[in-house]
C-alpha cells in the first residue's frame, strides 16, 4: 500500500491554550493525535510528550513486533508522566492518545481515552474505537444510546488516560487496508462538535489537505469549544 496524509491543530473559539498534539511520519507509517489535560500547561507536556515518545519508534519490519513496541513507549510515557506530576505536586500530568501505524496491507491502532480514529471504505464511515469515559461504559450496559451519550454533561469524563494510573490498559486493534481507504484520527474537540453524517461527507472529498482543513474550519464553525485536531490518511495501491 501507499499512502499520504495530513494534519492540522487549532487551539479552538474558546480557549486560549492548545493542548492537543499530533505525529505525521509517513515514513515510519506512523501517526498519532493526544489530548492533553492538565492545569499549568500540564496538558501540553503530556501530548508534547507522548508524541515525542511514540517518534522513537524503530523502522517498522513486522506489524506484530512493532505494534508490541509502541505499546512499551506508551508505558514509558506513561510511567515519565506519572513521576513528573509527583515531582511537581500535581494531581494528574494526562492525555489520551490514539496511533494508527500501517505496514504491509494492514494497521495496528492503539487507543486510550476519548480520542477517536474513523475509517471511511467505499462511503461507509466507521467508528473504529471505542471512548475510554464513563458514559460509552453506560452505553456497553444498553443504558444509553451513542447519541444520548455525546450529549451527556459527563461526556468528557474519562475512565482511561495516559498519565492516570500505574497500570495502564491500552487497546489495540488489527485493521487490513483496502486501496481507496481514508482514516480520520481526531481529538474528541472535532467528534463532540460535528456529526457523524458531517464527518464522512467532510472525509470523503478532497486530497488529504485540503480533507483537514476543511474539518477543522467545519468545527470552527460549529463553536470548537475545545482544542481541534484531525489527522487525515488515505490509502492507495502500489
Not at 512493532?66 to 509527583?86: G, H
Not at 460509552?136 to 444509553?144: F, N, S, Y
Request: glycine share 8%; with cysteine; charged share 20%.
Amino acid at each position: 500500500m501507499r499512502w499520504k496524509s495530513a494534519a492540522a491543530t487549532h487551539p479552538g473559539c474558546v480557549r486560549s491554550v492548545n493542548q492537543d498534539a499530533f505525529l505525521d511520519r509517513p515514513d515510519l507509517g506512523l501517526w498519532a493525535v493526544a489530548d492533553g489535560m492538565g492545569g499549568h500547561a500540564a496538558g501540553e507536556r503530556a501530548s508534547a510528550l507522548v508524541v515525542e515518545t511514540l517518534a522513537r519508534l524503530p523502522s517498522p519490519r513486522f506489524l506484530g513486533r512493532s505494534t508490541e513496541q509502541l505499546e512499551s513507549l506508551i508505558q514509558e510515557a506513561n510511567r515519565q508522566l506519572i513521576a513528573e506530576a509527583a515531582a511537581k505536586g500535581d494531581e494528574i500530568i494526562g492525555t489520551t492518545l490514539v496511533a494508527l501505524l500501517a505496514l504491509g496491507g494492514a494497521c495496528a491502532l492503539l487507543w486510550v481515552g476519548d480520542s477517536r480514529i474513523y475509517r471511511l471504505r467505499e462511503g461507509r464511515l466507521t467508528q473504529l474505537t471505542t471512548d475510554h469515559t464513563e458514559v460509552q461504559q453506560w452505553v456497553a450496559q444498553g443504558m444509553l444510546s451513542p447519541d444520548e451519550a455525546d450529549a451527556h454533561p459527563h461526556a468528557n469524563v474519562l475512565s482511561r488516560a495516559i498519565g492516570a494510573e500505574d497500570e495502564l490498559q491500552i487497546d489495540t486493534a488489527i485493521d487490513s487496508l483496502h486501496p481507496g481507504d481514508r482514516y480520520l484520527l481526531c481529538s474528541d474537540g472535532l467528534s463532540k462538535e460535528l456529526s457523524r453524517e458531517r464527518i464522512g461527507a467532510l472525509l470523503a472529498s478532497g486530497a488529504p489537505t485540503e480533507t483537514v482543513q476543511q474539518l477543522i474550519e467545519t468545527t470552527c464553525e460549529a463553536g470548537a469549544r475545545d482544542n481541534v485536531t484531525a489527522l487525515v490518511i488515505e490509502f492507495s495501491v502500489v
